[in-house]
């Protein structure tokens, strides 16, 4: 019905936006009554959320009639209380050749929204017509979004794009979904290995940082009790040295319960009590002192 008038070589090629097509109408060429002078094709719409008279005219219609004219086509229905899902009649304007028209081989009139760029020259030209034949039906004062009918003695072949190839073969459009998908799923498979990887080598970092961490910490442990062994070596004949641990737990972490003497502290170990002095460095200093103090006292 639309392939023909609209030069369409292919019906199942999917249509391009702002492709120009014409549609046949089925004309009343009459008037609705003794008052009013509207020819129209009868178009049946399903009102849907949202939609008035005047939405539907302009935006799914392009103004090809108007909210005024869907009143007069269905005096029964009440504009402002419409209900979703009620049936209503659209009057598409269209109007048919008069006598005159047919006998001066003007065959059609085509329904057309004059545009804001639109000039009746322009339209004239587009459509295959005259100034004069458009001016006569319409009047000269033409407006934009006004409905304007081009007479024509035959309808002009519409350029058309190429059409694209749609395959109607079920087991070629298998294939191409098969195809996408192994495509989606290797895809999917590439990034997590390479996230996989990622992850083992972010893990083999922060193993290798916290065994380094670790190291240096024995590392730096065992160069402090080394070092406070020289320093105690040139002070004392004889020493034995605790570790830190043994002290806490004989001092239950240094608790002031235990305190002698501002930092020395009374503390059991191996069931031996000891003075325990919490040292400030350089400890060789104190423990130099400690000993003038001890010769002093023996002498």
Same mark, same amino acid.
């Given at each position: ?6 030069? @369409?070589? !292919? #019906?199942?090629? +999917?249509? !391009?936006? /702002?492709?120009?097509?014409?549609? +046949? @109408? ?5 008037? *609705? $009554? ?28 392009? $103004? ?14 009440? +504009?402002? $209380? ?45 459509? &295959? ?5 458009? #001016?006569?039906?319409?009047?000269? /004062? ?9 007479? *024509? ?12 190839? *749609?395959?109607?073969? +079920?087991? !070629? ?8 998908? &192994?495509?989606?799923?290797? #895809?999917?498979? *590439? ?18 940082? #916290? ?6 910490? =024995? ?5 402090? &009790?080394?070092?406070?062994? %020289? ?43 000891? %003075? ?9 200093? =104190? @423990? ?5 103090? @001890? ?5």
């Amino acid at each position: 019905m639309i392939a023909k008038p609209s030069n @369409l070589t !292919s #019906v199942t090629s +999917p249509l !391009s936006p /702002n492709q120009s097509l014409f549609v +046949p @109408l089925t004309c009343t060429c009459n008037s *609705v $009554n003794t008052t009013t002078n509207l020819s129209y094709a009868e178009i049946n719409y399903t009102i849907k959320a949202g939609d008035t008279f005047y939405v539907v005219s302009t935006s799914l219609f392009h $103004n090809l009639t108007t909210y005024q004219s869907v009143e007069i086509v269905n005096p029964t229905l009440v +504009p402002t $209380n419409l209900s979703i899902g009620q049936d209503v009649i659209f009057p598409i304007f269209c109007k048919c050749p008069t006598k005159t028209q047919l006998e001066n081989n003007l065959n059609y009139l085509i329904s057309y929204v004059f545009q804001p760029f639109d000039t009746i020259s322009s339209v004239a030209s587009r459509f &295959g017509s005259t100034i004069s034949s458009i #001016v006569e039906v319409n009047g000269d /004062n033409i407006r934009p979004s006004d409905t304007v009918f081009v007479p *024509v003695s035959q309808l002009p072949e519409l350029a058309q794009p190429a059409p694209a190839s *749609v395959s109607t073969n +079920p087991n !070629s459009d298998r294939r191409g979904e098969v195809i996408g998908l &192994g495509i989606g799923v290797g #895809v999917c498979g *590439v990034m997590m290995i390479l996230m996989g990887g990622f992850w083992a080598y972010r893990e083999s970092l922060w193993k290798k940082r #916290v065994g380094k961490n670790k190291h240096d910490a =024995e590392s730096k442990k065992t160069k402090v &009790g080394v070092d406070l062994m %020289a320093d105690v070596s040139d002070c004392l004949d004889k020493y034995k040295v605790y570790s830190i641990e043994q002290l806490n737990e004989a001092t239950d972490g240094f608790d002031d319960r235990w305190v002698i003497h501002g930092s020395v502290f009374k503390g059991c170990i191996d069931g031996k009590w000891y %003075a325990i002095k919490r040292m400030k460095w350089n400890a060789c200093e =104190e @423990l130099k002192i400690l000993q003038k103090v @001890l010769h002093l006292s023996f002498n």
